[in-house]
């Protein structure tokens, strides 16, 4: 059994949101890029990119980053062969950088993102941008751009799904 | 010329506040330790122990971390002198830890400070004690514990000082 948070509608009206104040807030400020987080923030960040060009009819470069030799687990946590490498096609020294990623709970995964961007420069300011900040926190670490708060109990598993259909985006659903 | 933001008064009231705060919030959790952030951490550490000591009646374990290796810029900054080493003379694994720093603005420091006390052990969770938020964030940081918010224009130079007079406890003064 689960719970839909947002269906692929409010989902698409959070992502143009977000997309406007992520531009908002850094007008006029240094260039602009977004990076994912492998793998839950890489189809949010091609959204993102998407909206953002769609209003304000510019594209913005984007990167991919993959924590796994970052985790504050790394030394324990077993090898796990879907991993990819980051990618980060620019030199964030300087820029206005948005990290992306789905959900946002201990901020662990944040954490170590934010250690493998610093490794490729050093950007002006690193924003977060995270479609469901579902509490738990471990970590003093706070989402700037936000599509939905809810405090979901420890236990439950929150489920993010791009449908089949291409129209479709992103569903989250909760086991309840 | 300044603008005294908290006089002594109201920074012991703050920090009493705050081991309040501190107490209610890791009660029935992991065991407590406060982890000061060299320099402008060590003295508020000392202040919330014996504020926690007195309403609690227990003394928590406290501890300090340098950052000097952990900074984002530390292949180019210069060796500071005045540093000393990390000292944390507990096993952080699995506990709750304060980071106690004076002043949050960028988080570059945060971030270090929790790296740094990562290398020491896992905990179950970090929290941030500030004295003062003045703004300005560069990284996606945020802090639990607060004794005061304020927004201090990035060029103005906020100053923390403990007085002479063993009475007085932190004043914050903003230059103008």
Do not use: N
């Not at 602009?32 to 913005?60: N, S, W």
């Not at 989402?143 to 109990?153: M, S, Y």
Request: glycine residues 10%.
């Amino acid at each position: 059994m689960s719970e839909v948070l947002l269906d692929a509608e409010a989902v698409s009206r959070a992502i143009r949101r977000m997309a406007s104040e992520i531009v908002e807030a850094t007008k006029g400020g240094a260039a602009l890029a977004l990076v994912g987080v492998r793998r839950g923030g890489v189809e949010l960040t091609e959204k993102l990119r998407e909206a953002i060009a769609a209003q304000e009819g510019r594209v913005v470069p984007t990167g991919l980053v993959d924590i796994a030799l970052y985790r504050d687990d790394a030394a324990t946590a077993l090898p796990d062969p879907k991993i990819g490498p980051s990618v980060v096609p620019f030199h964030p020294e300087g820029m206005d950088v948005v990290l992306v990623d789905d959900v946002l709970q201990t901020g662990r995964t944040v954490r170590a993102a934010i250690d493998c961007l610093l490794d490729h420069g050093r950007p002006r300011r690193v924003w977060l941008a995270v479609l469901l900040d579902r509490g738990g926190r471990e970590l003093p670490v706070a989402a700037d751009f936000v599509g939905r708060r809810v405090e979901v109990p420890e236990g439950a598993r929150v489920h993010v799904s791009f449908g089949e259909d291409p129209k479709a985006t992103l569903e989250i659903a909760r086991s309840v």
